[in-house]
């Protein structure tokens, strides 16, 4: 008996996905904001860069290892048939790229293609960006830097 309550999603590389994946540091409430913007233009049919946020420098240095950017590049350039043969491809033991690979897409910057019994991870943005911006803290309301 069907369930009433199940809708099929999309296949990920169905999805319409932006082409740009913008990486930030922001205020969860800043980020919440942004999210919610983001979702109203949708509904317009406006489509944004879609945006991962992390409220601290700290947060994107632990997501983003040297050996991660590696495998997202990798990724970029060519989707793998298999984490087996990303590992092969990137010179990497199996349980470390997979390792890797699940914490990318608990972000949703990896997405995975079920294909038998392989999953074959993709990225499917043209672009990553990373946004820091760094800004001098405001004391005692001063507006203007002292002289």
Same mark, same amino acid.
């Given at each position: 008996?069907?369930?009433?309550?199940?809708?099929?999603?999309?296949?990920?590389?169905?999805?319409?996905?932006?082409?740009?994946?913008?990486?930030?540091?922001? /205020? +969860?409430?800043?980020?919440?904001? !942004?999210?919610?913007?983001?979702? =109203?233009?949708?509904?317009?049919? $406006?489509?944004?860069? @879609?945006?991962?946020?992390?409220?601290?420098?700290?947060?994107?240095?632990?997501?983003l290892t040297?050996?991660?950017?590696?495998?997202?590049?990798?990724?970029?350039?060519?989707?793998?048939?298999?984490?087996?043969?990303?590992?092969?491809?990137?010179?990497?033991?199996? /349980? +470390?790229?997979?390792?890797?690979? !699940?914490?990318?897409?608990?972000? =949703?910057?990896?997405?995975?293609? $079920?294909?038998?019994? @392989?999953?074959?991870?993709?990225?499917?943005?043209?672009?990553?960006?990373f946004d820091?911006?760094?800004?001098?803290?405001?004391?005692?309301?001063?507006?203007?830097?002292?002289?």
């Open positions: 008996m069907p369930d009433d309550n199940h809708t099929d999603m999309p296949a990920p590389e169905d999805m319409n996905f932006p082409d740009t994946l913008r990486v930030t540091i922001a /205020s +969860a409430e800043d980020a919440f904001d !942004e999210a919610v913007e983001a979702a =109203g233009a949708a509904e317009d049919g $406006e489509q944004r860069d @879609a945006v991962v946020s992390f409220e601290t420098a700290e947060g994107i240095r632990k997501l040297d050996r991660r950017l590696e495998l997202l590049r990798s990724l970029m350039g060519r989707p793998a048939e298999s984490i087996t043969e990303l590992a092969d491809r990137l010179g990497r033991s199996y /349980s +470390a790229v997979h390792e890797d690979v !699940e914490v990318l897409a608990e972000y =949703g910057i990896v997405q995975y293609r $079920e294909a038998g019994q @392989a999953k074959q991870p993709f990225v499917p943005y043209e672009t990553i960006e820091v911006t760094i800004r001098a803290p405001l004391t005692g309301g001063d507006t203007e830097a002292p002289v």
